[in-house]
């Protein structure tokens, strides 16, 4: 099972950026989708934005134009780009590894992202 490891969270203020690292232990480029999740304290885990092998992305309605997901398969890494970010950004984000849209294989350990003035 591959091990995920998140980086680059932290504080922000509203209307600033962050980028997210995870580093997987193994080659990515057999891994069908990789993919950020967020989970905000008492809801529940919610999709940020996925990416295909194929390099085509999916993103949660609520950061649509706002996120961008890339893989490097050369650094094993999947990134998240996040602009021009809210206060109800604030949330753990979890890394996470999949053979299908729906079929998720491995987690990170998660990693605070908050927003706020």
């Known amino acids: 099972q591959v091990q995920l490891t998140e980086s680059g969270g932290g504080l922000v203020q509203p209307g600033g950026s962050l980028r997210l690292s995870c580093t997987a232990s193994?080659?990515?480029?057999?891994?069908?989708?990789l993919g950020w999740y967020r989970q905000a304290p008492g809801q529940e885990r919610e999709l940020a934005a996925r990416i295909a092998r194929s390099g085509s992305p999916d993103y949660g309605n609520s950061v649509k134009g706002r996120f961008t997901i890339s893989r490097d398969n050369a650094k094993n890494t999947v990134y998240l780009q996040m602009n021009n970010l809210k206060p109800e950004d604030t949330a753990v984000y979890y890394c996470?590894?999949?053979?299908?849209?729906?079929?998720?294989?491995?987690w990170g350990q998660g990693i605070q992202v908050t927003v706020s003035s």
């Open positions: 193994t080659s990515i480029a057999s891994i069908s989708v």
């Open positions: 996470s590894a999949g053979r299908s849209w729906c079929e998720i294989d491995s």
